[in-house]
């Protein structure tokens, strides 16, 4: 069974940093192009961050081009998403996902999905 369990979320004040973790089991997720998605109180659901099964090619979300890092260690199964200068607007729930194929775009489908994990950014 395919899982994916994301950690590392919490409350920060505005400013701050946070590293998220994605921990990847049930299948070969070094394979996989893998993302990060964030849903607020009252918005859809939006991507994030992305990066390819290589790690040579990372996206971004205009919202966080230079705030936001993603990284992965397959030997790890695990993929991560550094958070620096956290604002209020990056307060959500924030979601690890996999896809088989690789990345086409922020509208991209996912194939597989985590709980996902609460950011709140306080001022």
């Known amino acids: 069974q395919a899982q994916l369990v994301e950690s590392g979320g919490g409350l920060v004040q505005a400013g701050a940093s946070l590293r998220l973790s994605c921990a990847a089991s049930?299948?070969?997720?070094?394979?996989?192009?893998m993302g990060w998605f964030r849903q607020a109180p009252g918005n859809e659901r939006e991507f994030v961050a992305a990066i390819s099964w290589g790690g040579g090619s990372t996206y971004y979300a205009d919202s966080v081009k230079g705030r936001f890092t993603i990284s992965r260690d397959n030997a790890k199964n695990t993929v991560y998403l550094q958070m620096n200068s956290l604002n209020l607007e990056d307060t959500a729930v924030y979601y690890c996902?996999?896809?088989?194929?690789?990345?086409?775009?922020?509208?991209?489908?996912?194939?597989?999905w985590g709980q996902g994990t609460q950011v709140t950014v306080s001022s």
């Open positions: 996902a996999a896809k088989r194929a690789a990345f086409g775009g922020s509208g991209d489908k996912f194939d597989f």
């Open positions: 049930g299948r070969t997720f070094s394979t996989y192009t």
